[in-house]
């Protein structure tokens, strides 16, 4: 499996769980909590099955055990996420203005540094790999 390969994996598994995931905090989880404690909830999860899909994308690939074809990984699967979301803000009767604004709220800053640290899972779990 290429790095590009492995990066859609890694971005599709984990734009199928945000998706799902997103659905749930925006119509169930929000109302009730607000935005950014919706956020800070949904954050963990999120990472969690990042975690676990950055394994599913690189395991026994040994042409991957390196930093830089797990930077590129990760870089390439945080594009995709978030030309996707931009996308689907745009489908969704927004704006990609809209879409970058909400990025400087609290409960955007807070996603997006779950989106960077999505990023780096590849990475980091190399790292702790050869320890």
Same mark, same amino acid.
Request: glycine share 10%; proline share 5%.
């Given at each position: 499996?290429?790095v590009?390969?492995?990066?859609?994996?890694y971005?599709?598994?984990?734009?199928a769980?945000? =998706?799902v995931?997103?659905?749930?905090?925006?119509?169930? *989880? %929000?109302?009730?909590? &607000?935005?950014?404690? #919706?956020?800070? +909830? @949904?954050?963990?999860?999120?990472?969690?099955?990042?975690?676990?899909?950055?394994?599913?994308?690189?395991?026994?690939?040994p042409?991957?055990?390196?930093?830089?074809?797990?930077?590129?990984?990760?870089?390439?699967? =945080?594009?995709?996420?978030?030309?996707?979301?931009?996308? *689907? %803000?745009?489908?969704? &009767?927004?704006?990609? #203005?809209?879409? +970058? @604004?909400?990025?400087?709220?609290?409960?955007?800053?807070?996603?997006?540094?779950?989106?960077?640290?999505?990023?780096?899972?590849?990475?980091?779990?190399?790292?702790?790999q050869?320890?």
């Amino acid at each position: 499996m290429t790095v590009m390969r492995s990066a859609q994996v890694y971005f599709g598994i984990v734009f199928a769980a945000g =998706f799902v995931l997103g659905t749930l905090r925006v119509f169930f *989880l %929000a109302p009730m909590t &607000g935005e950014l404690v #919706a956020v800070l +909830l @949904e954050v963990p999860v999120i990472l969690a099955i990042s975690w676990w899909a950055a394994g599913v994308a690189t395991r026994n690939r040994p042409h991957l055990a390196t930093p830089s074809a797990r930077l590129n990984i990760g870089a390439i699967a =945080f594009l995709g996420l978030m030309v996707a979301e931009a996308s *689907l %803000a745009i489908a969704l &009767g927004g704006t990609l #203005a809209g879409f +970058l @604004e909400g990025l400087q709220t609290p409960a955007g800053l807070a996603g997006l540094a779950g989106q960077l640290l999505f990023a780096l899972f590849p990475w980091l779990r190399l790292k702790l790999q050869s320890q």
